[in-house]
């Protein structure tokens, strides 16, 4: 594409912006108008999040047969106490947040094409065992945080080669030590138009659509012990998008189940928004739907977007703390459910403060600790969520 091709279309698109310029601001007014009001709805300054006693969101849990836990990174754990005590407090389950993908951060899982660099994920390990902590994998499969090198290395005739060493040296060194392994993230995108719902990742155009079943397999065989799980977003909302990607999945594990793919779980990512049509009735029918094919299900990476919530932090709060509350309410009504996991612990540290910022250039604050390591409404909403679950 040659330079004054490039100006022509920027100076085209300036000018379009120009001649509708009036047209968006109204529309812009218009969805702030509607925004507002779904705040006003959501907001119950009455509503009250109280609890009893002083047990941890791990006890409350335990005590209705379900596990609490988080997403952690190394560099957070191995260097702030504070934090370090809360998770051994709080939860029963530990997440790697990224020590067990493919290639995050500085050091990772695979610098190369032929090595594996473990040092990090070991020592989440090692953590996890000395404070009695469940340890979940997350992941073996996904089309994002693949090593720069994947592209010019991995290729049709060697695809499945470099997929198989993956999973079973990683699974094989931890085989007895996981709870469960997310095998395979995020895999359907309806918005790729195929039949099958299949998102057209590197994966898919190197292996085809088997290359799920093979990823399940590989697992089962390295550690038969673990939970294997299927792990997606945009499962939540009464939308026609997640109610397209609700169908699509389900349609996914109805296939696995019955070719005999060894998988035990759905699980279900729940970042959730306030500016979303929850519909409580329609998460519980796909919850029982995808229960009816014996699978367990996971809350696997729970927080809330907070960057269209007001400033104020006491509103801002209380919205968080209904939009936890509602969500586990129906979601936990399902006896399948077996764990929730929050994607953090602390808003001192969450991926929501780089990826969806405030335009204000406050503090997001979507976890149930803020960045003082206090509880806060999320936490009374979790916990409140437990105490009224019933038994597994």
């Known amino acids: 594409m040659n330079n004054d091709f490039l100006v022509t279309r920027r100076r085209a698109i300036k000018l379009g912006f ?24 959501l907001d119950n300054p009455n509503r009250k999040f109280s609890i009893s006693g002083n047990f941890s969101l791990k006890e409350r849990a335990a005590a209705k047969g379900l596990m609490y836990g988080a997403a952690i990174q190394y560099s957070q754990l191995s260097s702030d106490k504070e934090l370090a005590n809360i998770v051994k407090h709080e939860c029963r389950v530990l997440v790697p947040e990224w020590e067990l993908k493919w290639h995050v951060g500085k050091k990772p899982l695979r610098p190369s094409p032929y090595n594996f660099d473990f040092t990090r994920a070991d020592w989440m390990a090692n953590f996890a065992k000395t404070h009695g902590l469940l340890l979940r994998g997350h992941t073996l499969v996904w089309h ?29 060194r931890y085989a007895g030590k996981i709870h469960s392994w997310d095998v395979v993230n995020e895999a359907i995108d309806t918005s790729d138009h195929r039949s099958d719902g299949l998102r057209t990742t590197p994966w898919l155009k190197l292996l085809g659509p088997n290359y799920i079943d093979l990823a399940f397999r590989l697992a089962a065989e390295s550690d038969p012990q673990a939970l294997l799980v ?67 299900i996971m809350i696997t990476e729970m927080d809330v977007k907070d960057k269209k919530l007001p400033l104020d932090i006491v509103v801002r709060d209380r919205i968080i703390a209904g939009l936890y509350e509602d969500y586990l309410a129906a979601a936990l009504d399902e006896q399948a459910v077996i ?40 936490w009374n909403a979790i916990a409140r969520s437990f105490d009224q679950a019933p038994e597994r």
């Open 230 to 296: 299927y792990n997606d977003f945009g499962l939540d909302y009464d939308t026609p998008q997640n109610e397209a990607k609700r169908t699509a999945v389900l349609k996914l594990l109805e296939r696995l189940k019955s070719q005999g793919t060894p998988i035990h779980a759905l699980g279900i990512q729940a970042h959730l928004s306030p500016n979303r049509n929850f519909n409580p009735k329609k998460l519980r029918q796909f919850l029982r739907d995808v229960a009816s094919l014996e699978l367990k």
């Open 18 to 41: 120009g001649m509708f310029a009036g047209g968006v601001g109204a529309v812009t007014t218009s969805k702030t108008i509607v925004l507002n009001h779904q705040i006003q709805v």
């Open 144 to 172: 994002e945080s693949l090593p720069p090198w994947f592209k010019s290395t991995v290729n049709r005739q060697n695809a499945k080669q470099f997929l198989e060493r993956h999973i079973k040296t990683v699974v094989k």
């Open 339 to 378: 764990a929730v996991i929050n994607w953090g612990l602390s808003d001192r540290y969450t991926w929501l403060s780089e990826f969806q910022p405030r335009r204000d250039q406050a503090p997001v604050r979507p976890l149930p600790f803020d960045t003082k390591m206090q509880r806060k409404l999320a």
